[in-house]
């Protein structure tokens, strides 16, 4: 099994040979943790999520088109936080909604803050999630267009304008700090 691609797995999985997803978790769980980390900065609820993403794909596993799994996977990664948010609140609270939490959280005294990120917590829910995304990630356009509902031009488009807002925060942050 462990040559087996994600997509072949998840068609095993899908078909009832559940034992594929031990597989698929240890690829893919710390992925998923990190985006849920760098979106809500709560460790816990980060590991919770995480779980239950990987629940859900055990669950709605005959849901699986045969695309690609990445794409399948952040989709209910991204579904999930932003149930989350909106359970938490009683109202519909979408992923653009929860950048003051991390704003108003103070750091953590054991974990080393970056300028990076820093600068990545001051970008707009949107912006930092196609960057967590794209570039920590390394998710390919195709699959970040599948996953935002989008076209590839739009959010090749949209992770350059989100690069470009980055750098002017880092710079400006770093200037700040001399």
């Known amino acids: 099994m462990v040559g087996y691609t994600d997509e072949e797995l998840m068609t095993q999985v899908a078909a009832g040979r559940i034992d594929g997803i031990k597989l698929l978790f240890e690829r893919h769980h710390h ?14 609820l980060s590991e919770d999520i995480t779980q ?39 109202k519909e ?17 054991d974990e080393d803050y ?20 794209h570039r920590l990630q390394e ?7 599948e996953i935002m509902g989008s076209t590839t031009g739009a959010i090749k488009t949209k992770v350059s304008r989100a690069l470009k807002k980055l750098k002017k925060i880092y710079f400006e942050n770093s200037e700040n700090e001399k």
């Open 114 to 133: 970056t300028l990076l990120q820093l600068s990545l917590a001051r970008l707009t829910d949107s912006d930092r999630e196609l960057l967590i995304l």
């Open 31 to 44: 992925h998923v943790y990190n985006f849920i980390y760098k979106m809500s900065r709560d460790r816990m």
């Open 52 to 90: 239950e993403v990987f629940y859900k794909i055990m669950k709605y596993r005959q849901s699986y088109n045969s695309g690609k799994f990445i794409s399948w996977l952040f989709t209910i990664a991204r579904n999930t936080l932003s149930s989350h948010y909106k359970a938490q609140s009683d």
């Open 93 to 109: 609270i979408p992923l653009e909604g929860i950048s003051h939490r991390l704003q108003e959280e103070p750091p953590d005294q």
């Open 139 to 145: 998710i390919k356009y195709e699959e970040l267009a």
